[in-house]
């Protein structure tokens, strides 16, 4: 049995937003009050290698409702299987419990929906049972121990990375460099064109509101948008954080964007 994991959030962007600042203010406030408003804010995540398990997830608040989303990569067997996307809503209770629907765009590209159970949550961590979606093929009913990450804000530079989409063509996994600029990006993924727009949000963990556009390439059709002159956004959430690869401290930009209904895309990249 997995015994470790972590918490993201994400959904339908538009609008203006509340950012973690805002909230953590008004958790503040409720705590000063003498409640105790469940805190679950900023990134969550583990390694956990002798299982093969590699989980990032954001937690943030957008028009008021607190949004998670997820992004685990299924490590033994990365060539055959995409990265999993989970998203979902999150409903915030008391003395640490908060309760989610949730959907998973999974290495069998299909939409499955579910359900979690969080406890002990705090600023520094929480747990989580899952149910109806699985990490991989351990079966429902798994609980996770997930654990803070601290984010930062200095995305405009080069990232060297992986796209990857378990979309409606199959999968595709497509290496590229991401140039990042005053919160645009453009670039190549599989036989589309991409245009990235990234917004940041929040000081005390900052992140990025996230929104993609595809196109077909020239003399290609992008799966996303197969039409001549089709285009399709996709919208979510980026986060950077510290990671260890080998012996190696790196930075690294996880991308999580997705459509209405949950299928979507990915990207992690490493620092340049």
Known sequence: ??????????????????GTDAVLAAQGQ???????????????????????????SFIWTLNGVTQWMALYMPTPNTASYPPVLYRGVVSLQTQGT?????TS??????????SAAVTAASGEGYQMALRGVDLSDAGSGIQF????????????????????????????????RLSVQNGKGNTDF??????????????????????????????????RAPSSGAQTTLMGVAFIHDTVVGSS????????????????????????
């Open 190 to 223: 599989g036989n589309c064109d991409l245009g990235l727009s990234l917004a940041q949000e929040g000081t005390a963990k900052p992140y990025f509101l996230a929104s993609a556009t595809l196109a077909s390439a020239s003399g290609k059709v992008c799966p």
């Open 1 to 18: 049995m997995l015994t470790s994991m972590l918490l993201s959030a994400c959904g339908g962007q538009g609008g203006p937003s509340t």
């Open 30 to 56: 409720a705590s000063a009050a003498g409640h105790s408003a469940t805190v679950l804010t900023g990134g969550y995540g583990l390694t956990q290698t002798n299982l093969g398990t590699d989980f990032v």
């Open 98 to 102: 908060a309760s989610a629907v949730i």
């Open 145 to 176: 121990t997930a654990t803070a990450l601290a984010t930062s804000a200095d995305i405009n530079r080069d990232w060297n990375g992986t796209w990857a989409d378990a979309g409606p063509g199959g999968s595709i996994k497509t290496s590229a």
């Open 249 to 272: 401290a790196e930075k690294r930009l996880e991308i999580m964007l997705t459509d209405p209904y949950g299928s979507g895309i990915s990207f992690r990249g490493a620092q340049q």
């Open 105 to 114: 765009f999974d290495k069998q590209y299909q939409l499955r929906t579910g």
